[in-house]
Every structure is written in C-alpha cells, then in structure tokens.
T-cell receptor, first 114, second 111 residues
Framework: GAVVSQHPSRVICKSGTSVKIECRSLDFQATTMFWYRQFPKQSLMLMATSNEGSKATYEQGVEKDKFLINHASLTLSTLTVTSAHPEDSSFYIC??????????FGPGTRLLVL | SQQGEEDPQALSIQEGENATMNCSYKTSINNLQWYRQNSGRGLVHLILIRSNEREKHSGRLRVTLDTSKKSSSLLITASRAADTASYFCATDAGYTDKLIFGTGTRLQVFP
C-alpha cells in the first residue's frame, strides 16, 4: 500500500511554544490530506481536511487559529499547534488520499506539552 | 455525534479462536472500511466494502455489511497473537470524503 510519513514521531515542548508536525505522502500525490486527533484508548476524531493549494476545512469545535494547517504541495501537509498548552497533548495522525476512497495513515505524532 | 459504535469494546481470546467485532453507523454510506491500529501507532487499512456489497474476504478476514441495519462485522479467523491490536470501522459520512470512525474494539489474543 501507499506510504505516508509523519515527522516528528514524538515531541515534548513547553507550554506556550508552537509545534509543527509534517505529513508526507512518499509514493503518491495526495489530493487531500486529513488531520486527526486521538486521546488514549479513544477513537480518532477528525480535526480538518486540507486540499492542496486551498484553505483547510475545519471540523466543528476545532480552532483554526490554534491548529494551523498548510497543504503546500501534493505530497506535504503541515499542522502547527500554536501556543500549545497541556490540554493539547495528544496523538496526532494524518492521512492522505489520492483519488480512490482509501485513506493511508501516517504513523502518528505524540505531542506532550509540559 | 455521527460517530459509529463498535462492540465489544474489548475482546480477549486464545490463539486459534475466531474474533468477531461489530460496527454500527448512523448515516447513509458509500462504503465502509476497517482499520487496525497497534498500540501507539498509525492505522493500517484492512478492507473496504462498498454499500452494494454484502460480504468480502481478504485472507483470514471476512467482512459483512447490512445497510438495512446500518451495521458491519469483521471476523478474524484462526487468530494469532500478532492480531492483538485495536480495530476501527470507518464510514464515509454520507458520501463526503471524510471518514467517521467507530469507537473501536481492543482485541487481545493470548498465545
């Protein structure tokens, strides 16, 4: 199957700092990328959908100014958690889709905000 | 919430036994997918079943879909310790390109 990478795999930061997470599709061009958040032992919750070259569409309740998403190319999307707080600590997972229905998921990024 | 529900929430079985997980969803769908997640890792796509299909097989996996009941099941036959993981169903949320995930089933297979 298609490969999606995420970087970093885990990050620890101080409260108030910003953290950028990258999501790359390695062997295909992703027309759409998705960002999810997952709390321990819970399911994935969609945060936003991003299409290359256009603004991301955020789900209800997700602050667009806090979670900045940029989809600059067909193989790269970034999620920046701005002014991170301890409650932002979570597992962030991206996925990428070419044209078919299947989404391919990255390995996830564990964020811990102290 | 549009989130689907899965049951059981947790399932423990011995190697060699079959594991069945059920998923219910709320909206009309174009397709339903099953994913697997090992602890602290990303999701691996297992199988996709379209709304006009009733059953699909892939190796030791068997998926059924009943659109009249808005439910699906995933059967893993002859389970192995390596099958230990969380399993999620996901629907395409009424013909949008978003995936709505179920609550997940945590499967533990003891050797």
């Amino acid at each position: 199957g298609a490969v999606v990478s995420q970087h970093p795999s885990r990050v620890i930061c101080k409260s108030g700092t910003s953290v950028k997470i990258e999501c790359r599709s390695l062997d295909f061009q992703a027309t759409t990328m998705f960002w999810y958040r997952q709390f321990p032992k819970q399911s994935l919750m969609l945060m936003a959908t991003s299409n290359e070259g256009s603004k991301a569409t955020y789900e209800q309740g997700v602050e667009k100014d806090k979670f900045l998403i940029n989809h600059a190319s067909l193989t790269l999307s970034t999620l920046t958690v701005t002014s991170a707080h301890p409650e932002d600590s979570s597992f962030y997972i991206c996925s990428a889709r070419e044209l078919a229905e299947t989404q391919y998921f990255g390995p996830g990024t564990r964020l811990l905000v102290l | 919430s549009q989130q689907g529900e899965e049951d059981p929430q947790a399932l423990s079985i011995q190697e060699g036994e079959n594991a069945t997980m059920n998923c219910s969803y709320k909206t009309s769908i174009n397709n339903l997918q099953w994913y697997r997640q090992n602890s602290g890792r990303g999701l691996v796509h297992l199988i996709l079943i379209r709304s006009n299909e009733r059953e699909k097989h892939s190796g030791r996996l068997r998926v059924t879909l009943d659109t009249s009941k808005k439910s699906s099941s995933l059967l893993i036959t002859a389970s192995r310790a390596a099958d230990t993981a969380s399993y999620f169903c996901a629907t395409d949320a009424g013909y949008t390109d978003k995936l709505i995930f179920g609550t997940g089933t945590r499967l533990q297979v003891f050797p």
